[in-house]
């Protein structure tokens, strides 16, 4: 399996929160948070096709070809397979899933997919409001 990097989706949403929050107004903390929610969802839309590894908040970590993704970070996985299948043996047949977003802990990324140049650049517009 080649090397992959693990992409916490709380990563951009802390570091923008904390900017959000030393703004006085309301209103720029909601903006805030739907600009995050479209940075990770523009970023996951280039990735469809390629194989990731989605760690659930329960534990479970789960691989398989990202098939789509929508707005509100749910993930659809083709030909998955559970990484500790001794511990869940109940997930043995299951081949394609729907992931809710809302569960999701992290995301592992294949290494060659990840340009750390670019997620850095729209981190620092969005933090930014530009």
Do not use: W
Request: charged residues 30%; positive net charge.
């Amino acid at each position: 399996m080649s090397p992959s990097r693990v992409v916490p989706l709380t990563f951009a949403r802390g570091a923008i929160e904390k900017i959000a929050k030393s703004r006085s107004r309301r209103a720029d903390v909601k903006s805030t948070r739907v600009l995050d929610v479209a940075l990770f969802y523009s970023y996951f839309k280039t990735l469809v096709g390629k194989p990731v590894t989605v760690e659930l908040k329960n534990d479970l970590a789960i691989a398989g070809t990202l098939v789509s993704v929508d707005q509100y970070l749910n993930i659809k996985l083709e030909n998955t397979r559970v990484t500790d299948e001794a511990r869940y043996p109940h997930m043995r047949s299951v081949r394609n899933c729907f992931i809710r977003g809302s569960v999701v802990r992290y995301v592992q990324l294949p290494e060659a997919a990840v340009d750390v140049d670019i997620l850095h650049d729209a981190t620092r517009r969005e933090a930014r409001g530009a």
